[in-house]
């Protein structure tokens, strides 16, 4: 049973830097076939795809917060972790860690999520 699991701080401040990190069970963050992805879920919107690392270490960051966005690993640790730079309240929102399958067409295991709140 794949699971995974959402961890950081609930409040952060404008302009500072949200560090999430996901913590991976029964499956392997190394790997030819599966990438690991965050996505988030502002108040009353929809999901937004931040950005994804492969098995192999490659990250992938969608191009409107590349500018502030990087996905680094622990493979000792099984986990990976997401860096949002500058943040302003815009940037709160729910933000799930999931698995992104190659060839599956979407996320097959999710977290449950972690709420983000950006305020001074």
């Known amino acids: 049973q794949v699971q995974l699991q959402e961890s950081g701080p609930g409040l952060v401040k404008p302009s500072q830097t949200i560090s999430l990190t996901c913590t991976v069970s029964g499956a392997s963050i190394i790997g030819n076939y599966d990438g690991w992805s965050w996505i988030r879920q502002p108040p009353g919107k929809g999901l937004e795809w931040v950005g994804a690392i492969s098995g192999s270490g490659d990250t992938n960051v969608n191009p409107s917060l590349l500018s502030r966005t990087s996905i680094s690993r622990d493979t000792s640790k099984n986990q990976f972790t997401l860096h949002l730079r500058s943040v302003t309240p815009e940037d709160t929102a729910m933000y799930y860690c999931?698995?992104?399958?190659?060839?599956?067409?979407?996320?097959?295991?999710w977290g449950k999520g972690t709420l983000v709140t950006v305020s001074s």
């Open positions: 999931a698995r992104d399958p190659i060839n599956y067409g979407g996320m097959d295991y």
